[in-house]
Nanobody, 116 residues
């Protein structure tokens, strides 16, 4: 079955960096667009970044553009999110997402907390 497993979250000071990973299994990873979303307490889930199957095209939410970078390694079935210049408002649970036809899949999420 389709599985998405996020890792790499944690507590970081403002201005710091983290790299999140999303390990995928159960489908042909190298042929699908993969996205990162996040959800802060009391807020709706929002799009963070997305990457095409080849990695040739990426997209970012306005609040993270220029600070976050999405990438993928199809040989490892893994998508990464490099987060730099982190701000307290980046605090959220970060989720990996993939749409396979009419079905949408989410990982369990990884908590990112930006605080001094």
């Amino acid at each position: 079955q389709v599985q998405l497993v996020e890792s790499g979250g944690g507590l970081v000071q403002p201005g710091g960096s983290l790299r999140l990973s999303c390990a995928a299994s159960g489908f042909t990873f190298s042929t699908y667009y993969v996205s990162w979303y996040r959800q802060a307490p009391g807020k709706e889930r929002e799009f963070v970044a997305g990457i095409t199957w080849s990695g040739g095209r990426t997209a970012y939410g306005a609040s993270v553009k220029g600070r976050f970078t999405i990438s993928r390694d199809n040989a490892k079935n893994t998508v990464y999110l490099q987060m730099n210049s982190l701000k307290p408002e980046d605090t959220a649970v970060f989720y990996c997402n993939v749409r396979l036809g009419a079905n949408e899949y989410w990982g369990q999420g990884t908590q990112v907390t930006v605080s001094s």
